[in-house]
């Protein structure tokens, strides 16, 4: 039977423009749908937005926007942002969609019906930024948010509550699973707060308008978590449910672990359904060392850097140098540092050196190894690529690309360790030659193919670049072996010219 993969990033708010933060969990998610597929999976990739809610409204309002006409722009914005970054998701889920709302207003009746979703009148600390409500002895002293320190604002609601302590036992069970939360930092953090004793939330709101209508309560809104956590469900409309529930895999950000590993769950077992099997809690994208985000103005545009990089670069740097599970301080230098190392004199020059040595002295055409090798590359590639794929399976994407460069790497000292140009000169080492050649094209073919999870452009122009009128298609095509002789390779232009300035953005 072929294997499944349901992967997710979270859903963006709809209230502002993506930055390059927000990239990272896409392309994260990408390269592992990308890999999946590669493997033959029926894969299903969910990314969308989330736009209801108080800080949507309030971005509109300060733009004289009507928010829906306002979170429309935002919602084509990342789309178009999506396909400049390759993002192949194969849904992208709207909260303000009808299917969303529905199944929305669905789940809390039922959850209502079966009592796990209460009236209650609830009074305690609000805090406008982070949407969350605080009691008295969880907000910090001088009523300040526990997650973001700003102060809060006292509310006395009647509002609807979900039955989060009823689940405590199941939840404390579940972190106690190894794998459920990775890395294990966060599995600990989660299961500390989870100890402290969960309190029933608050899932509803009043006077709320921009929000999805409790329909057996009027003036009461949905907010926030079941509207937002339940897309990942919602979008599984028709046989896409059985097909792809559980999630294999939640990828999200440190800050919203919380909600993934302990709402959600308890949702899930309130509606009867199986839980995800893994949260992915990346770490973050900082500027200067503090979080990027439009609130403290530090943002770094996606799009500058994909134009003046190109998207391979982009998707290169952001999984290749930020550590699993940690933060990476961004830079500019770092970016260009990754370009001009791995990317233009790795990658790009073993490339060049390979198509000018086959043009020179195989007359352009991929040699016959005649039985010749010595094994070297083929013995390498195929220990990188095994690397690539365990560290793929814990999701370390900057590990499986230190893997793949392992190939990049040992084909460039081959390249001057056999020296082809002296070989050429000996009658007697044509074989031997010929042999060289094929396993350096060979190799640069199974690295091509490798980076197809990773890379959107690079594979296709390396394969080109090769005689293969294609760009690979199934992670098979990392075994050894591949390259057929004879094959005319047409030589192109540097996969990655290097970058000799740095502009500041
Ligand atoms: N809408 C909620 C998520 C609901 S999921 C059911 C939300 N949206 S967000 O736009 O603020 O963040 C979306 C994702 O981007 C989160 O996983 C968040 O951690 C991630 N990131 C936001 N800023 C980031 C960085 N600077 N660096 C890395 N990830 C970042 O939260």
Redesign the pocket.
């Known amino acids: 039977m072929t294997e499944r993969y349901y992967v997710t ?5 709809a209230n502002d423009r993506l ?1 390059i ?2 990239c ?2 896409s392309v994260i998610a990408d390269a592992l749908a990308r890999y999946h597929r590669a493997r033959g999976e029926d894969v299903f990739f969910l990314t969308g937005t ?1 736009e209801h809610g108080i800080k949507v409204e309030r971005r509109a309002a300060a733009l004289r926007r009507d928010p829906q006409g306002w979170v429309d722009e935002i919602a084509g914005a990342n789309q178009t942002l999506f396909a400049a970054l390759g993002i192949s998701h194969d849904d992208f889920i709207r909260t303000t969609q009808e299917r969303h709302k529905q199944a929305v207003q669905r789940i809390f009746a039922q959850l209502r019906a079966q009592g796990d979703i209460y009236l209650d009148a609830y009074e305690g600390w609000y805090c406008p930024y982070e949407e969350s409500f605080w009691t008295e002895t969880k907000a910090l002293p001088g009523h300040l948010c526990p997650e973001c320190g700003r102060p809060l604002e006292r509310t006395r609601e009647t509002a609807y509550r979900f039955r989060l302590s009823k689940y405590q036992a199941q939840i404390e069970a579940l972190l106690g699973q190894p794998d459920f939360l990775v890395p294990a930092t966060r599995r600990n953090e989660a299961l500390a707060f989870v100890r402290q004793g969960l309190e029933d939330i608050a899932v509803s709101r009043a006077g709320q308008p921009w929000g999805i209508p409790v329909d057996f309560d009027p003036g009461h809104t949905v907010y926030v978590w079941i509207d ?2 339940t ?2 469900i919602n979008a599984l409309e028709g046989d896409r449910f059985g097909r792809f529930w559980p999630a294999d895999l939640h990828i ?5 672990a919380r ?1 993934h590993v302990v709402i959600w769950p308890a949702l899930l077992l309130a509606l009867g359904l199986p839980l995800p099997k893994q949260v992915y809690a ?5 500027l200067n060392g503090e ?3 439009k609130s403290r103005g530090n943002v770094v545009d996606p799009w500058a850097l994909i134009e003046q990089y190109g998207v391979d670069a982009v998707r290169y740097y952001l999984l290749r140098e930020v550590g699993f599970g940690l933060d990476c301080n961004y830079t500019e230098d770092a970016l260009v540092r990754r370009i001009n190392t791995d990317l233009a004199n790795d990658l790009g020059n073993l490339l060049s050196r390979t198509t000018q040595l086959i043009n020179k002295f195989a007359g352009g055409q991929v040699p016959d190894p005649a039985g010749a090798s010595d094994g070297v590359l083929q013995a390498v590639a195929s220990e990188a690529v095994q690397g690539a794929e365990e560290a793929l399976a814990q999701l370390r994407t900057g590990e499986a690309l230190a893997e793949i460069w392992r190939i990049v790497e040992r084909a460039n000292k081959y390249v001057e360790e056999q020296a082809p140009w002296a070989l050429a000169k000996d009658p007697g080492q044509s074989a031997k030659l010929g042999a060289v050649l094929y396993d350096l094209a060979e190799a640069l073919r199974v690295t091509a193919a490798a980076l197809s999870p990773f890379l959107v452009e690079t594979p296709g122009r390396i394969y080109l670049q090769l005689g293969l009128d294609r760009a690979p298609a199934h992670w098979a095509e990392t075994q050894w072996g591949g390259l057929q002789s004879g094959v005319s390779i047409q030589r192109g232009a540097p996969l990655f010219p290097r970058i000799e300035k740095v502009t500041k953005h």
């Open positions: 990033t979270a859903i963006f708010y930055h933060g927000h990272y969990e989330d937002a956590l897309n990942y999200v950000g440190k800050d919203i909600f990346h770490g973050w994208i900082n979080r990027i985000s």
